[in-house]
C-alpha cells in the first residue's frame, strides 16, 4: 500500500506524526501535501521529510517569507525532490484509487488560507474531501461543475461556518444540496491526515487524526 501525509502540524508536535506513520508500518511516504503555508499545517514538514523516503511533494504556487516556509524548500531540495504544483485540475496517479486536486482555483496574495490546496479522494463509492483552511470551497469548486455531493468525510477548516467541534452543519450551509436526513459532521482537529492508500484498507482507515482515531 501507499502512504499520504496531508499536512502535519506545528513542528513541536511533529514527532506524533512521525510516531503515527511509523505505527502504520510505513518507511516511505508516496505522497506528500502541504496545503498552504502557514506553521500550523507546515511547521514539522521539513522534520518529517527528512526522517522518510518520500516519492511526491504537492504545494500550492504561493510562498511565505518565514524561516519555516524557506527551511522546507531547503530540506526538499537537499533530497532532490521537486514540488508538484498543486491547483485544480491536477491528479495524483494511485492504484485503485481516485485523488484529484479541485484547488485552489485562484492564489489570493494576501491570503494563505484560501490558496489552500484541496483534495478530493475517491474509492469506490466512498468520497473524502481534504481542503486545508481554505474557506471558499462551495464559491470556487461550484463553478468548475465538481461534484462534492457524496463527501463520506470532509476534513475542513470550519470556524467561519461558526460550529463547535463534531456538530452536524446543515448541508445549505455548505453550499451543498440538502440531504433528508442530517447535516454532514465537520473535523475540525489537528492539522494532520495520514492516509493508508492500500485499496484493501482505505475503507477501514481512510484518515487518522494526530492522536491516531479513525475519522
Known amino acids: 500500500g501507499e502512504c499520504m501525509l496531508i499536512d502535519c502540524g506545528e513542528k513541536a508536535s ?68 521537486s514540488i508538484n504544483v498543486a491547483e485544480s485540475g491536477e491528479s495524483i496517479t494511485l492504484s485503485g484509487v481516485k485523488a484529484e486536486f479541485l484547488g485552489p482555483v485562484k492564489i489570493y496574495a494576501n491570503d494563505l488560507n484560501n490558496c489552500s490546496a484541496v483534495l478530493k479522494i475517491e474509492h469506490g463509492d466512498n468520497s473524502f474531501l481534504f481542503t486545508g483552511d481554505q474557506k471558499r470551497v462551495p464559491a470556487q469548486l461550484g463553478v468548475q461543475g465538481h ?50 492508500l492500500d485499496p484493501d484498507r482505505l475503507h477501514q482507515s481512510p484518515a487518522l487524526s494526530l492522536t491516531g482515531r479513525i475519522m
Open 14 to 81: 511533529v514527532n506524533r506524526v512521525i510516531t503515527l506513520i511509523d505505527c502504520l508500518g510505513y518507511s516511505k511516504i508516496d505522497h506528500v501535501i502541504a496545503t498552504h503555508p502557514h506553521t500550523d499545517h507546515m511547521g514539522g514538514m521539513a522534520t518529517v521529510l527528512s526522517l522518510f523516503d518520500v516519492g511526491e511533494v504537492y504545494m500550492p504556487d504561493v510562498t511565505a517569507n518565514t524561516e519555516t516556509f524557506l527551511g522546507l524548500l531547503k530540506t526538499i531540495d537537499e533530497k532532490g525532490l
Open 147 to 196: 461534484d462534492i455531493t457524496r463527501i463520506e468525510l470532509l476534513a475542513a477548516h470550519c470556524a467561519d461556518l461558526a460550529v463547535d467541534r463534531n456538530q452536524a452543519v446543515p448541508d445549505q450551509q455548505l453550499g451543498l444540496p440538502a440531504r433528508a436526513d442530517k447535516g454532514r459532521k465537520l473535523q475540525h482537529r489537528v492539522q494532520a491526515d495520514v492516509c493508508g
